[in-house]
């Protein structure tokens, strides 16, 4: 079983990290924080995984600013390539199992419908070039691996930064309507959903690349649509499509094929879990 596991957590302050932090036992966990992570410092990185000598390290730190990453490449390639490149080695060296996670959007803009694991990997931004190198890396490391390749992740407390969930409601609840995008598809992804899929293929002792989002696909729009009726807003919403300097795929949905094919897919609907998630948001921000 996991909790039996020593277990050391990357990027522990992240929407992500902060949910693997909550759901392990403190007494099996060590977090090593983006200060103690220095790429220029390969050899600390080995010396400390190897002190450490964690059965399982995930790895849930990442530079996820999509928009960023065209203007300044090296920051986006430093946490998403060359911090899991450094780690995938550690983890060899120690006979760690690395679970990385990379990001759907890495398929990049050629397939009609969702793409499958098998799909090949074309990233059209910088941000998901980098996260694709992430991968080959880990692979090419040799260490044993799970690779998660996650939709649009939401979750974590309303003031969690990044909440995207959140910062909806909060838009709506001020604004007579508010903009969204109809042309973005992919598959909203609770991160508790996430936590408990990976734990599910840590218990089953698998190892390789899979997709790994919530079932079902939906436009940007209908997902904000869905978060402002989950609230019971009137808000109205206004189809545009947002300028972006990221040349990000309108098509960022999947499939788990290769969970299915297992039958160890746990993966709950978007919207059941959606549903879920900002109840349990609006309850207690009418408790306090
Ligand atoms: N968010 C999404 O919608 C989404 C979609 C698909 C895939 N993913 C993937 O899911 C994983 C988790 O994402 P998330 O949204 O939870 O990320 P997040 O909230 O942005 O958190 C990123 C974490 O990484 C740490 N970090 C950043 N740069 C670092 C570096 N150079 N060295 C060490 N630590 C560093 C941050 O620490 P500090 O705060 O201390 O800097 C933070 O703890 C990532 O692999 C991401 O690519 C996310």
């Not at 400390?48 to 203007?71: F, K, M, S, Y």
């Not at 959007?105 to 694991?117: A, E, L, T």
């Not at 992740?153 to 409601?169: E, S, T, Y």
């Not at 002792?205 to 989002?213: A, I, M, P, R």
Request: net charge neutral; charged share 20%; hydrophobic share 40%.
């Amino acid at each position: 079983m996991i909790s039996s596991r020593r277990i050391v957590l990357v990027g522990a302050t992240g929407m992500l990290g902060s949910a693997f932090r909550s759901a392990i036992g403190q007494n099996d966990l060590v977090c090593l924080s983006h200060g103690e992570l220095d790429i220029r410092q390969p050899g600390a990185i080995r010396t400390r995984v190897a002190e450490l000598h964690p059965n399982i390290l995930l790895n849930c730190a990442a530079d996820t600013d999509v928009e960023g990453a065209e203007a300044a490449p090296s920051r986006a390639f430093e946490a998403n390539a060359l911090l899991p490149d450094l780690l995938a080695q550690a983890c060899r060296d120690v006979g760690t199992k690395l679970v990385q996670f990379s990001s759907t959007g890495c398929y990049g803009d050629h397939k009609q419908g969702p793409y499958d694991d098998y799909d090949a990997l074309r990233p059209t931004t910088v941000h998901h070039r980098a996260k694709a190198a992430g991968e080959a890396a880990v692979r090419e490391a040799g260490c044993d691996h799970l690779i998660l390749r996650l939709g649009w992740l939401f979750g974590g407390a309303p003031g969690q930064r990044k909440n995207f969930v959140w910062a909806r409601i909060v838009e709506a609840r001020a604004k007579p309507e508010i903009a969204s995008d109809p042309h973005q598809t992919g598959n909203p992804t609770h991160v508790d959903d996430v936590v408990k899929q990976t734990f599910r293929l840590l218990d089953a002792e698998l190892s390789g690349t899979f997709n790994c989002v919530a079932t079902g696909a939906v436009t940007r729009f209908d997902y904000v649509a869905h978060i402002v009726a989950l609230a019971g807003l009137p808000t109205r919403l206004i189809p545009r499509r947002f300028e972006r300097r990221a040349p990000v795929s309108p098509n960022e949905a999947a499939t788990n094929i290769k969970l299915d094919l297992l039958n160890l897919n746990v993966m709950p609907s978007w919207k059941d879990s959606l549903g879920q998630y900002v109840r349990s948001m609006l309850s207690g921000d009418e408790r306090s």
